[in-house]
T-cell receptor
Framework: DTAVSQTPKYLVTQMGNDKSIKCEQN?????MYWYKQDSKKFLKIMFS???????INETVPNRFSPKSPDKAHLNLHINSLELGDSAVYFC????????????FGNGTRLTVT | DQQVKQNSPSLSVQEGRISILNCDYT??????FLWYKKYPAEGPTFLIS?????DKNEDGRFTVFLNKSAKHLSLHIVPSQPGDSAVYFC??????????FGTGTRLKVLA
């Protein structure tokens, strides 16, 4: 009965590869997010989707492409991975896009070698 | 430009005493504030929130105080327990689908 689930939990890959991270929420929330936690532990918003529509794209390189097939899923595809992409990526959801708490998944630790 | 700051990277408190975690923000448009707790290898867990129309919100052992004029909020945990040892993040929003997080404070509660 996990609320926000991400797969995989760990992802190790080489530079130049393409990889995807999947996220699903069973809370019935309308809004989903991707956050990146870098080596300095700073949690930074990447994307926000509301009912499958992109609301926020926070100056993320074009190599990152989110896809929301329905409002319960928000996947993140990353092309041509670079060393600097190594981080922990968190998916989150909220009932609405404002004035309601985010519910986070447990993160995907991406290591690019 | 970091709009939400937690200037204390770490804090140690004796079990049973009060833990006070602080957070400052610069954007006067922020009107909704949250605190999260994070254990290693897990996602942040929501603790408590406060709207800018209030200056205090309480939930069990957790109380959040908001000082709008100083652009400052704090989280009080009373009494502190060893299980409270975690990293605490504050976050702020102006109702725009965008939540800005601070860099976190690592709390260690000593038994």
């Amino acid at each position: 009965d996990t609320a926000v689930s991400q797969t995989p939990k760990y992802l190790v890959t080489q530079m130049g590869n393409d990889k995807s991270i999947k996220c699903e929420q069973n809370l019935g929330h309308d809004t989903m997010y991707w956050y990146k936690q870098d080596s300095k532990k700073f949690l930074k918003i990447m994307f926000s989707y509301n009912n499958k529509e992109l609301i926020i794209n926070e100056t993320v390189p074009n190599r990152f492409s989110p896809k929301s097939p329905d409002k319960a899923h928000l996947n993140l595809h990353i092309n041509s991975l670079e060393l600097g992409d190594s981080a922990v990526y968190f998916c989150a959801s909220s009932p609405t896009g404002s004035y309601s708490p985010l519910h986070f998944g447990n993160g995907t630790r991406l290591t690019v070698t | 430009d970091q709009q939400v700051k937690q200037n204390s990277p770490s804090l140690s408190v004796q079990e049973g005493r009060i833990s006070i975690l602080n957070c400052d923000y610069t954007n006067s448009m922020f009107d909704y504030f949250l605190w999260y707790k994070k254990y290693p290898a897990e996602g942040p867990t929501f603790l408590i929130s406060i709207s800018s129309i209030k200056d205090k919100n309480e939930d069990g052992r957790f109380t959040v105080f908001l000082n709008k004029s100083a652009k400052h909020l704090s989280l009080h945990i009373v009494p502190s327990q060893p299980g409270d040892s975690a990293v605490y993040f504050c976050a702020a929003s102006s109702g725009t689908y965008k939540y800005i997080f601070g860099t976190g404070t690592r709390l260690k509660v000593l038994a």
